[in-house]
């Protein structure tokens, strides 16, 4: 059974740091691209970052390009995002997913920007 | 990027009734290899989303028959016949199609 189980979120406030961890299990980690999605309150879906299978490849969204970080560590079969210089309109719920057309969504990690 | 638009933004049903839901994208779906990489996904009141449908009309195991996908190239629609309460909340088209991917604004089903 395919799990992914975000963690790492928190209340911080503005222009620090954050990093978010998903464990993946159930399914081959190395072989699948990864992304990151998050969703602001009673907003939608964004697409954020991805990661190739290898790590070698990672595409940032323009509003978090410079300040957000995708990495993943393919033996302990876990993603990472880096959240630095974390703004508001950062306050969202964080999903990781595989590359398989959103077939797999993890619970989900709430991040709150704010003084 | 692709922009997903989708129609209407909410709908309000009573259980029973059917409801289609519109999602029109900017550019064409359809992929170097053919296919169409046109999903639909639910997301209940509090949970994360789930995936109901994948490339435009194939069921993900275990969505109930009373789920259709239709369409092609730019312009796509979600079926629900004989709505039931388990399919309130709000559902999302979704594009794997081009980089990076994108989504539909959702559309909000509740109980009329």
């Known amino acids: 059974e395919v799990q992914l189980v975000e963690s790492g979120g928190g209340l911080v406030q503005p222009g620090r740091s954050l990093k978010l961890s998903c464990a993946a299990s159930g399914f081959t980690f190395s072989n699948y691209g990864m992304h990151w999605i998050r969703q602001a309150p009673t907003k939608g879906l964004e697409w954020v970052a991805s990661i190739s299978p290898s790590g070698g490849s990672t595409y940032y969204r323009d509003s978090v390009k410079g300040r957000f970080t995708i990495s993943r560590d393919n033996a302990k079969s876990t993603l990472y995002l880096q959240m630095d210089s974390l703004r508001s309109e950062d306050t969202a719920t964080y999903y990781c997913a595989p590359n398989s057309g959103f077939d797999y969504w993890g619970q989900g990690v709430m991040v709150t920007v704010s003084s | 990027d692709v922009v997903m638009t989708q129609t209407p933004p909410s709908l309000s049903v009573a259980i029973g009734q059917s409801v289609s839901i519109s999602c029109k994208s900017s550019q064409s779906l359809v992929y170097s290899d053919g296919k169409t990489y046109l999903h639909w996904l639910l997301q209940s009141s509090g949970r994360s989303p789930k995936r109901l449908i994948y490339q435009v009309s194939n069921l993900d195991s275990g969505v109930p028959d009373r789920f259709s996908g239709t369409g092609s190239q730019k312009d796509f629609t979600l079926k629900i016949s004989r709505v039931e309460a388990k399919d309130l909340g709000v559902y999302y088209c979704?594009?794997?199609?081009?980089?990076?991917?994108?989504f539909g604004g959702g559309t909000k089903l509740e109980l009329k």
């Open positions: 979704a594009q794997t199609t081009h980089f990076p991917w994108t």
